[in-house]
């Protein structure tokens, strides 16, 4: 079983950055493809990025695409979400993934594992 943890939420204001982190632990080498996603009240949790832990692979929601960068580093099994540029509608509570398929997906019902969620809140 695969084990996620993701700190790095917190309070910004718009314009600002923040990097969120997950960190893998347990068989992970049963999670192929990661993913981030966020879901805001009363929304629709939604796909944010989605990067592959063998090629580096990644994928971008339109809404964050050019500020939002997704990345890894396999000797820590962790994988980062760098955002720039935050907007009030970043808020939401953020959560990573993961996938035991070699295919970044944006549907998060095809994710097995998740984190617990960090909240991210930008303020105007």
């Known amino acids: 079983q695969v084990q996620l943890g993701e700190p790095g939420g917190g309070l910004v204001q718009a314009g600002g950055s923040l990097r969120l982190s997950c960190a893998a632990s347990?068989?992970?080498?049963?999670?192929?493809?990661m993913g981030w996603f966020r879901q805001a009240p009363g929304k629709e949790r939604e796909f944010v990025a989605g990067?592959?832990?063998?090629?580096?692979?990644?994928d971008y929601a339109d809404s964050v695409k050019g500020r939002f960068t997704i990345s890894r580093d396999n000797a820590k099994n962790t994988v980062y979400l760098q955002m720039n540029n935050l907007k009030p509608e970043d808020t939401a509570v953020y959560h990573c993934?993961?996938?035991?398929?070699?295919?970044?997906?944006?549907?998060?019902?095809?994710?097995?594992?998740w984190g617990q969620g960090t909240q991210v809140t930008v303020s105007s």
């Open positions: 990067i592959l832990w063998s090629s580096g692979g990644t």
């Open positions: 993934a993961g996938r035991s398929t070699n295919i970044i997906s944006r549907y998060h019902g095809s994710y097995s594992y």
């Open positions: 347990g068989r992970t080498s049963g999670a192929y493809a």
